[in-house]
């Protein structure tokens, strides 16, 4: 069973809806991150670096959950029609 913190990054990562390419890769990567930060076995040693790369690929996957294969009609704003 995930801890507190495993918990709240499968939340996370459930709101953000289907995930495509990369992105799937970088969930699991921080599940597992989150996995290791709640059972830490180092007494606290590894912590910040794994909350540092934590941190990073939830940044990331803050612009998942979009098919990038999918029109968008926002993305050609600058272009005259």
Excluded: C, H, W
């Amino acid at each position: 069973m995930p801890g507190k913190i495993g918990q709240a990054i499968r939340e996370d990562i459930r709101d953000l809806g289907e995930l495509f390419g990369v992105d799937r890769t970088r969930a699991q990567l921080a599940i597992r991150l989150a996995d290791e930060v709640d059972s830490d076995q180092s007494g606290g040693k590894y912590i910040p670096q794994l909350a540092k790369e934590l941190r990073g690929v939830l940044s990331d996957l803050m612009g998942a959950g979009t098919d990038p294969n999918e029109d968008d009609d926002l993305n050609d704003l600058g272009t005259p029609d």
